[in-house]
């Protein structure tokens, strides 16, 4: 360390909810991973492996994933409007669409300059869109007002937070595995985390005795639970939910008057079953049992970051509320006043998203076939990966079921055990962490997740292309079982 | 008000660190400007003017702005990338140039795809590309780990007190008038703001005797004054900073140990005398006086929002920080993490805005044409303001310095007072509600920003152009004073 003198700022003074925040998939292997990944771009040979495969984080065009041709085209001519001044070249010699153009012409009639502020909640027309898009989806009315367009989920759920959050005795149900962005942020504000575990004898189902349990334990020592996540398609699990879970999820939130929070942000990456909109089974329950609902609160949140879209680097989505008081839609609004707006650019793109081309449209095809082909790669590959998942002493793994993860369960033997510990290191971090050094391969441990008590997990994506660096997980593992059997 | 069940959440139950934030720039008057224009847009005919002119907000491309060619140019290209499979057309019949292609190419190649996550401070080479161009402007070595790209400089200023703020008791010392993020920010994490008042009677210089006060008396209550904030050139002020006014307050913050955060955004938005940085007064005072002033923590903020570039839209930014603690920068970086990047688009932008084109190069020309057609109406229009306001009875105003703004005293007659009184509104809101009412124009009142007790004042941009709404202020402004004489 240097010498300079001590400034104001230490580790011991900073904002204690800033310390205590956890954030693994971006935390030390993470780091660890780039680095890794600077030295073998300086051409760096003492790795013992050539490439570093990111599987800790979902991040689709970091690897293989290409962008859907119709949205970035449209981006295009947002960015640069003068283009529009050629359209016949555009046509002709660029193999641009005139829904292409139309779009382009459409959203920068509405947004102005993709340069300039949006109104706080985002740009009317686009809210509309996405209001149109979610009639359609679920068959009940959406109302563009109560469309909120953030820079990306996490974003909506900070926002969602921040408001609901009244002081450090509320308590939020959060899901055991969860997306660390739910702890982190209530470590952040210093309000309460109200644990609920996911059910990994049923792939992860979601068990509503298990919330009760929680709901009810917490409430005990005077916990004001007042809030409840679910993330539909999981994360890390990848499971989804039926229709009969999310009306228990519903039922029990009325009777417990819990706002829900429904991270739907994996809403198109499901394999198995059909996905099932919150807003959907809550306007179906309000129908059938007319005013036993009403004064259910539910916030969904949707990304441009994940489904086939797969545009993490954009910072868009939204979140829709149904059920809010106008006085408390009015804070949400002032607070996402004070960073004035989500990136203009990222709002076409979830408009885009929303009202993608359709069949007859000139870019349809090509959009389709796109589409198609992403679904059916991840699909793949999710497969590919659970297979060899079977073959691994230990470790055990449900069939893939959707979003762009496997947690698999992994039994380490006592003296890995034993070995971390003397590192200071949870098991499966020091099992995460032997891997990154031997293969390259950054993958994320169950605790920074969360897991039951005794067991140890790993959440790896399948997104990463070819087959080598899972075969270099298997032969890594069984080197691993062998030294510490 | 329907008559739906109370959900959980109501106005007395939400965070009330959210309630008390005040963030008039986005409050009822805006909120109002947008009703009218949404109206005038329906073919309304019903309002006295035909018009919103929307001089609350520094938004320029919402005006008349145009944004640079050379800038959207790449950024075109970043976002579709298979244009570059057409370099012919679009150097032949696009109007391109070749240090366009080249440049995107290079930008492309450093983030992957813009639709994927970059490293959480953002792309590594774009970060070095900061610190190239900080190296060029002070003169002293800049290091890319200390620069974060934000989405913004809110974002920037968001990181850092939420850093910096480790409780109730912490104070940052914050100009008034200042612009609201800076309160708005501390109510939400409920830290302490310790108001220091700037010299209207000085052209609204930065009095240090002013800031020693309010930090003693702050002191003196036990606050633990960590921090102070200066806005240079100021805003909603315009005020720029002589060397040794920077001097002294990095003098007084060494005395008191006081973590610096310069919000730069404005530095190139300058009429009268020159910018100069925090960072290049602190190297050179560190230079002067071995070992004085090691010790200073300094962090500065820049944003694509402002200047000539104004892609307010795009919500890029960085902050660079010099001499704080690096346990203190990993803590940053965590909590940047988890919010996961600032959009990889307007990276790119902030790469652009620091490292334009250069004498020589193809596009340099039309770049260097655009910036200053751009900086000289700036200019224009300010003056043209100015001289309005000088016209006007009971205004005063100093000659425009910089920023976007201008920040008129406005005395109004007690019986107008009485009247805003009477609607249980401050009296310069009152003026600014009734001059939206007539003429459409949105300025924001000084009591948004902070004022002196028994001043008024408002703000404007001078942006929006033509001449016309100027008159209609000035025509108002008499009108009024008749009224209430």
Redesign the interface.
Known sequence: ?SS????????D????H??E?K?A???ELAVKS?EYR?KLARGDTDLPFKQVISAN?G????LDQK?I?FF??V?????????LQ?ED?LLN???YKTDVIERAKWLLSK??????????NGV?AIRQSVADFLERRDGFPANEADIYLS??A??GV?TLL??????PNTGILVPIPQYP?YT??LA??NATCVPYYLDESHNWGTDVSAIKGACAEAKAKGVDV??IVIINPGNPTGASLSEDDIRSVLDFAREE???VMADEVYQTNVFVGKFHSFKKVLRTLQKEQPGKY????LASLQSV?KGMV??????GGYFELV??????QA?IY??V??????????QCLVELMVNPPKPGDPSYELYDKEYNSIFNNLKERAYALWRAFGKMEGVECGEPQGSMYLFPTVKIPAKAVEAAEAEGRAADEFYCLRLLEATGVCLVPGSGFGQKEGTLHFRTTFLAPGTEWVGSIVKFHEDFMNKYR
Chains 1, 2 share one sequence.
């Open positions: 360390m300079t003198p001590a400034g104001r700022l230490n580790i003074n900073v904002n204690p800033v310390r925040a954030y998939v971006r935390g780039e600077a984080i991040n689709p065009q970091q962008p041709t970035r085209q981006l295009s001519l947002c960015e640069n409007p003068l283009l050629h070249v010699q660029l193999g947004a102005g300059s993709v340069g300039a502020y949006s109104a706080s009317p820079g990306g996490s974003s900070n921040h408001v609901i959050c009244e002081g962005l982190a942020s952040l504000l007042r809030a008057k819990l706002v009403d004064g259910v609160e970051s797969g545009e993490c680097g954009h910072r059920g809010f008081d106008p006085k408390v804070e002032k607070f006043s004070i960073t004035l707006c989500a990136p203009v650019i990222a």
